[in-house]
């Protein structure tokens, strides 16, 4: 499979605990975004990658969020002392550097925090 | 303030039927992109079909079509002989930082229409 890819699909976690997901984006796509989905909305965006440099950073990412994509291929996003309202899909999407091509998601991680 | 309006929260149709969902949305360029992407139920999110503004034509994709009114700012999305699998989210998008450079990719969704065709 050369989609994007995310792990793990479904996470629950204590309140207070961190959190990591990683996304592995089709191999010749140098963009990759971060986006949250909560129940009945569209996804926002979280922020943005081309190959290794985070280029832009949403007010929604608070400083409890924080992602990589070292070496420019896969990324990971990081939620530190996570609060219920962190509940929500997370969602990875890469594309070409080519105006007006489609990004391609992954299947999310569904974060539960209890 | 870029948004995108989608104003159907939910839409139901008849197997075989033509189903039409609604978008809206704002912007102050003149060339930009418009997407219509699907969501099954717990599966990706996929591209169903795009526009570029700049076209006067319509776009189409099979038994998927848009019509776009760029003055008007509306983008709706035409099902045409609507199948089962096409029950699904569907979510219209657009990149308000399409002329700016940089992150010109980063998508506005609307909230979505749940799409049901039944049988």
């Known amino acids: 499979d050369t989609g994007v890819s995310q792990n793990p699909r479904h996470k629950i976690t204590k309140r207070g605990q961190n959190v990591t997901f990683r996304c592995d984006p089709i191999?010749?796509?140098?963009?990759l975004y971060w986006y949250r989905q909560t129940l009945g909305q569209g996804p926002e965006f979280l922020t943005y990658?081309?190959?290794?440099?985070?280029?832009?950073k949403s007010r929604l990412l608070s400083d409890r969020f924080s992602a990589e994509r070292p070496k420019g291929s896969f990324s990971t996003l990081e939620i530190q002392r996570t609060e219920q309202g962190d509940s929500a899909m997370y969602l990875c999407?890469?594309?070409?550097?080519?105006?007006?091509?489609?990004?391609?998601f992954g299947q999310g991680t569904r974060l539960t925090v209890v | 303030a870029q948004t995108v309006t989608q104003s159907q929260p939910e839409m139901s149709v008849q197997e075989a039927e033509t189903v039409t969902l609604s978008c809206t949305y704002d912007?102050?360029?003149?060339?930009?992109?418009l997407f219509w992407y699907k969501q099954p139920p717990s599966r990706q999110m996929i591209l169903v079909i795009r526009?570029?503004?700049?076209?006067?034509q319509n776009a189409t994709e099979n038994r998927f079509s848009v019509n776009f009114q760029k003055a008007a700012k509306s983008f709706s999305l035409k099902i045409s002989d609507s199948q089962l699998g096409d029950t699904a989210m569907y979510f219209c998008?657009?990149?308000?930082?399409?002329?700016?450079?940089?992150?010109?990719?980063?998508?506005?969704f609307g909230k979505g229409t749940l799409l049901t065709v039944n049988p």
């Open positions: 999407a890469s594309s070409p550097a080519v105006l007006g091509t489609e990004a391609f």
């Open positions: 990658f081309q190959n290794e440099a985070q280029l832009e």
């Open positions: 191999s010749e796509h140098n963009r």
């Open positions: 912007t102050s360029e003149n060339n930009y992109y």
């Open positions: 998008a657009f990149p308000p930082n399409f002329n700016s450079g940089g992150s010109n990719y980063k998508l506005t």
């Open positions: 526009q570029e503004a700049y076209k006067q």
